[in-house]
Structure formats: C-alpha cells, structure tokens
C-alpha cells in the first residue's frame, strides 16, 4: 500500500520512439537574452498583424459572438476552406472546401497523415536533409526512412526511382526554400517527381510552408498543380495523387495554430475521422478571425511586407557570410523561406561548434538531426527570420570568429 | 499512367478501428431548424461571456501582441498553469505547473493517454456505459475493454476488482455528473477506487468536464485528492496514481479548445513529448485570453451564472418527464452536469425510437454506442443544456407521445 505507481512498466512501446524535439530543445536557448540565435524557426514577431487581428477579433465576435465560441465541425469553418479553396485555384487546382481539412498548425497534419498511412515499419520517402518536426511525428508511429540525396535544386529525383522500389508509404518533399536546406524544387524535377510517383502509384505529400515567401526568381507551380495537369484534371475537383499542406504560421501568425490540408475528398474523409478522435475540431474562433482578417484581400498585401523585411534579412545575413565565413565554409543562398544551410569541411562537428558558439553568445542548429539514416554532422541550420539586421550582423561576425577559431585548432600545427 | 491513385490500399491497419463519430454525425440533426435536438452535448451559447472575452482579447493584444501572436512552449502558459495549480490547490492537491499540460481541448487529452499507454490489445477498465470519446480516441491505439456496471452512485466498485485481474493499462471515469449517465461517483466508493487500483498499481484517469457544474447536494472531493490525501502526500508535489483531467469547455467557451491534464511530473513530461509530435503547443492567444478572463476570479462568479441556467433546464426537463413520460420509462436525476439517461422497457430498441422520434422532430442519442462490449439498446441519453426551458416542454412533449406511440404498438393486442 502506499507505494509508488511502476508508471514506466505502464507506457506503450510507440514511446520508445518519441523524443524530444531537438529544436525544441535549442528553443530554450533563446531565452538566454545575451545569446543570439539563429536556432529557432520563427517568424518575426515585428511584422505579426497586431492590429488587424484585434479589428478581426472584435468584428467576430461583434456579429457572431456565441457561434464563435462554440463548438463547431471538425472540418472546418467553411467559410474559411472556401477561401482557402479560392487561394488555392489561383495555380490551376480545382479544389472546393471538401478538398480542405483545417488543422491545428501543420504539425498537427503530419501527424494525422501517419496515424493515416503508418503501420510500424512503413518506410517513407524523405529528403536528406528533411524537416524535423515530420520525423518525429513519423517516429511515433513507427516509420522507417529511404532517403534520396538533394543539391542546390532540391531534391536529386534521379535517385528517386531506386528509393520507389523500396515500397514505401509516400513520399514527403518540401517543394519550396526547404527546411533545412533553403533550396527550391526545380520545376523540371517537380514534373518528374510526380511522372515517377504515378507510376509507381505512391502518393506524394507535398508541405509547403513557406511558398509565399519568395523573395526573387518566379513562383514555381505546387507539385499538386502539376499533378493534377498530369491528370488532365482540368474542372474535376481534385482526386490526385498528392495531399499538400500549408499554414497560416508564416503568413499571418503561428501563435493561432492553423493550418490546412489539400487531399482527394476520400483522404479528406478520413483525416477528418482522426481529427474527430485526436481534438473534435480546431479553435472555432481562431478560424473565424483568420478568416474575417484574410477575407477582404489583407493577407496578399501583408505579405508582401514579410517578403521586403526577410529579403533584407536574408540580404544581410548572406553578405556577412560572404565577407566574414572562412574559404573552407559553404552555405546554401535561398530564394525565400526562412534558412539557410551551411556545410563545414568533412570532419568537423557541428555539435562540437556548437558548444564553443553557445560560449560566444551566438546559436544555430546542428544538422546531423535533420538526417533521419545518419549524416550531415558537418552541416548546421541558420534562420534569418527572427533577428534584426542589426543583431545578424552581430551574430554573424560571431559565428565567423567561432569558424575561424575552429579552423585554427584544426589546422596541421605549423 | 494517368491512373487513379490506390489510396484504399495505402492506409495503415489503425484506420480500420476508426469509424466517424456516432454523436458528430447525430449533431447533423442539429442544423434541421425544426428539429428539437437533444442529442448534442453543447453548452447554451447564451451563457457564453463574449462581452468579458472580448475584453480579455483586446487586453492581452494591447499589453502582449507580438506574444500572443507567437510560437510558445508546449506544456503551456505558464500564467495560466499557475492559475490551474492555484485552482486545483482549494482541493487539497498539491500541484504546480510543472504537474500541468495545456491541451486542445479534453478529446486530445483522451487521445495522448492512448498514445502514452495503450498497445494494440491493452485492456482499459470502463464504466458500462462511458465516454463515447474516449473510446473513439483509444480505438485508434486498438484498445480493448473490460466494462464495469453502474447504478446511481457511479461504478460499482465492488465489481472493479474482477476487471482489474485481467491487468488492464489504466482505470478511466468521470466521477461527476457522468457523460452519458449523468449519475455521480459517492464518496465512499471514491475512496474504495483508490485503494483497489493502488493494491493493483493500476493508474486511474479520472475525466471531470462537469465538477464545476453541481446544482444541488455537496461537492465531493477529486479522485486525484483523495489519492493524494491516501499517500499521505502533504506538501508535496503530487505523484500518486491519478491522471485528472478538466477543461475550459463548460465553465469558459469549447470553441477556444482549452483544456489540462494533471499528473505526476514524469507522466506530464512523456504527455509533452506527445504534444511536440502532435501539435507543438496549443494556441498562444487562447491560453493568454483564457488566463486573462480567469485571473481575477471572473469564472468563479461566472460558473454561478452557468449553474442557474442549467439547473432551471434540468428541473424543467424532470418536471415533464414526470408528468407526460409512460411509467415503463426510467430515467437518471443528474445533481449537475448537462445529460441525464433513460432507461426504457427491455426489448426496446433506442435506435428504432430514434427513426420514429425524428419524424416527430425531436431528437436524442442511442445508448448503446456508449457501451463498448454491447448492450444498452433500449437506453438514451440527453441533454439538458443547450435547449430553452420552453424548448424542452415542446421537446419532451413531442418525445412523451413517441414513446406512448411505442407504448402502444408493443401492447399485447387486446
């Protein structure tokens, strides 16, 4: 009597795979004032709507006060999907609001796309380096990884066919500015990619959060606008081979946890079965004040200032790099999203510079996590979103002084 | 090429034990406006306090925008999880915030203990009937289920000893006001719980949407209380047998989707893990204004309000039932919460009952979804809540001549 309960004799075996997140981890790092982190993935807090989204607030819930707080379908607010479906047409998808299931935040789709198509030891499809937070959803269900290889056009689909024999699940590929990596999918490869998929009939999950924020070069059409050419889908509702996802964390404000996904009306239909059992339905009067915020048009004007306050960002970051980075150090240049990647020589340790950076006062991620079949211990993630030119142009020359203090160590003793 | 995708083919062995939501799809009702719908489980919007949430909105912009707007940590506001653990404490639990998750609402809450806990096969110890929800989201993990009966007072407890040597994962219950049955767990049996899953080391989940929501009769201490007291836990943080948990839904507005979990420290700290990999964290904003409603004891006076409203409706609804239901009928008398249940002549079949009450446009739920390993056919469960007392006359009305009409036809011909 009176003892302690065995709870660790009591958690189911999926456990084993979940871990922290990483990032997460990092996360706290930036709360350490004197430390400058390009760690973090976040979004400027300087360009958040404030003031539209408490005009929204107050218009919603002036004219629908109690529907706004009430419960509400776990699809979503249509009227919300509606526009969303409007967006969406723009690139040639013929999507209409039974296409669209609204989530709670993207990550909250990528689960929901696991518990939909995992079983334990599925394998998946992914780009090496790909993103983090769909690894550890993934893990949760037991997936296993086939990784194909990426350079400066994303990833090298010509390795895609050899990952295809493998059997796997789907293929998950973050078309534009990637995280981590920064790079665009080329559009002859999204052609390829989706010939490739259709002919080995795995579908494609496409996750594009940051597709508007392209800072130059011309917008590439989403691979499932491609796809659904492909089909010669042209008036018929979507029923391709690709589920897209994409969010409102970068255009409006992550805080409010939504997003969206686009899927054939029958993956619709049962996302919308796991979301009635993993949360009925996301906030009711969060939907309702992206909507009310984004209706009129704001969002199309509202980024336009994201892209001119990144752009400048990412300008000043790259020429620092440029003039402070060692010869030895080479770093990928985005055309939009929110990082870059950066590849030291063979044999060096990101974590390892890490540490040394963290006593400089200056903080990035290392890469290797991003690798989910091992790899990239010499590579490092490095957000340009989140600091102030000012504050890159400070960390920058840090993390600089760190790469010159590391290359110094590790040169042959003269 | 060009063919249609084989999605049917793709989806992992989990999706066959998810189906819709029986309630979800009953809810449909709901939008034929001459339909009178007791089938719902809504709060009366008419209670929700737009005028002081909205205040809170604009306040917490005005001080905290850019924040409010932003990613945050997972386990939750911290400010609002101090206020939970000031709450809780009047309950002589000792827990801090560390001892607390925000989650989105108590359905995801249900779904991380299924993530934590349940292999594929792991027995949980039920109320026969129980939480529709619950077993939506623990199917998903593959479930099974030992039942235990209820009578006026809750679980039998003296039956929970037989279902507690087939080793299940965890004991769930919902002491107060119960969903569907609307009966409350007695004191003596509270205790009597406690002890049994204690000699077992079987954890308890003790589910509580309703606690605050008491119309008549003594509150009766939390299940997680008296297990704390049991432990003789006195000044410390809790850690004893009891994952509890609560939400915003009833006592603030479910379309914010807020709700918590309180556990022992290493229990919350695997619930977060869970929630990194299902949804980061639940929206900033909603924590923020939730915490700004709450902080200076509004919900204490606001709940008064909620208990008057609820209590007229209740009575109403008895009141007709006593004088217009056919004596064959039987039927709960909830001390709080939002439903009560019906009972009608065996042989009976709810279902049946339904189609008919539908013609005559009113509404109620089935029992026999709530019942994981079957019976309950001739039972219904509804609810008091959302309808207007003069809604309710008109609905118990219409439902006292179906089951007169059934009455009838059942007769033995004369």
């Known amino acids: 009597m009176h003892m302690q309960t065995p709870w660790e004799y009591r958690y189911a075996h999926r456990t084993r795979q979940m871990g922290s997140s990483v990032i997460r981890e990092l996360l706290k790092l930036t709360e350490q004032p004197d430390i400058i982190s390009f760690a973090g993935g976040l979004p400027a807090p300087e360009v958040f709507p404030v003031e539209e989204f408490r005009a929204a607030c107050n218009r919603v819930l002036d004219a629908f006060g109690p529907q706004a707080l009430q419960y509400s379908t776990t699809e979503g607010y249509r009227p919300l999907r509606e526009m969303i479906a409007r967006h969406t047409r723009r690139y040639a998808v013929e999507v209409d609001p039974d296409n669209i299931l609204i989530t709670s935040g993207s990550q909250q789709a990528l689960d929901f796309i ?6 334990r030891g599925d394998y998946i499809v992914v780009e090496s380096p790909t993103y983090l937070g769909a690894i550890q959803a993934w893990n949760a269900y037991g997936a296993q990884y086939v990784t194909v290889p990426t ?109 969206w996904v686009i899927a054939p009306k029958e993956v619709i239909r049962r996302l919308v079965m796991a979301k009635q059992a993993a949360d009925l339905h996301t906030a009711t009067f969060n939907q309702m004040v992206a909507y009310e915020v984004g209706k009129g048009g704001f969002l199309d004007e509202h980024v336009k200032v994201i892209r001119r306050v990144y752009k400048e960002r990412r300008d000043v970051m790259l020429e620092m790099m440029e003039e402070l980075f060692p010869a030895e150090v080479h770093w990928t240049r985005p055309q939009g999203g929110m990082f870059l990647w950066v590849t030291m020589p063979k044999g060096w340790d990101a974590a390892e510079v890490l540490r040394l950076a963290i006593e400089r006062k200056v903080a990035f991620v290392p890469g290797a996590p991003f690798h989910p079949n091992g790899g990239g211990e010499n590579t490092m993630r490095i957000n340009f979103s989140y600091s102030s030119p000012e504050t890159i142009r400070e960390g920058i020359t840090r993390l600089a002084g760190v790469l010159r203090e590391v290359l110094g160590e590790k040169a042959p003793a003269g």
Chains 1, 2 share one sequence.
């Open 114 to 119: 696991g518990r939909l198509f995992i079983n």
């Open 151 to 259: 350079d400066e056009n994303g990833m090298i689909v010509e390795e895609l066919e050899k990952a295809l024999r493998v059997g796997p699940k789907f293929i998950y590929v973050l078309p534009n500015f990637q995280n981590p990596g920064g790079w665009t999918l080329s559009l002859e490869r999204r052609k390829k990619l989706v010939e490739l998929a259709d002919r080995y009939g795995v579908p494609i999950v496409e996750d594009d959060p940051y597709g508007q924020l392209r800072y130059e070069g011309e917008h590439l059409p989403p691979i499932v606008a491609l796809d659904s050419q492909y089909r010669q889908e042209n008036g018929k509702h979507y029923s391709g081979n690709v589920i897209y996802m994409s969010t409102f964390s970068k255009i409006l404000a992550p805080g409010i946890r939504l997003a």
